[in-house]
């Protein structure tokens, strides 16, 4: 059984870029057929899909967010990385890594989820 984990600071400053990987074990990331997101949830708020990588290495964003993601891999170590850029106090949120074969995924009813990781955006 494929499971997720997500890992990476906490706590960014404004201004600052987020970085965060998802060590993926049980699973291949290039396993064809599969797509690797990044979601988040807000405070309060309901889940954000914020992008993708395809098992072929193609990458999927957002049009509210593709200008500051970036999403890659590393089939070496089966990882894969979020990197959100000039994130503010709005980009607080538990962020998810998740596995489906469907691109986007707008519920934890879809698909294999890591448990997720708190991102506070602070000074």
């Known amino acids: 059984q494929v499971q997720l984990q997500e890992s990476g600071p906490g706590l960014v400053k404004p201004s600052q870029t987020l970085s965060l990987t998802c060590t993926v074990s049980g699973g291949s990331i290039a396993t064809n057929g599969y797509f690797w997101s990044w979601i988040r949830q807000p405070p309060g708020k309901g889940l954000e899909w914020m992008g993708a990588i395809a098992w072929s290495g193609s990458t999927y964003y957002s049009p509210s967010l593709k200008s500051r993601t970036s999403i890659s891999r590393d089939t070496s170590k089966n990882q894969f990385t979020l990197q959100l850029s000039s994130v503010t106090p709005e980009d607080t949120a538990v962020y998810y890594c998740?596995?489906?074969?469907?691109?986007?995924?707008?519920?934890?009813?879809?698909?294999?989820w890591g448990q997720g990781t708190q991102v506070t955006v602070s000074s």
């Open positions: 998740v596995r489906d074969r469907v691109l986007i995924v707008t519920t934890q009813a879809q698909g294999s």
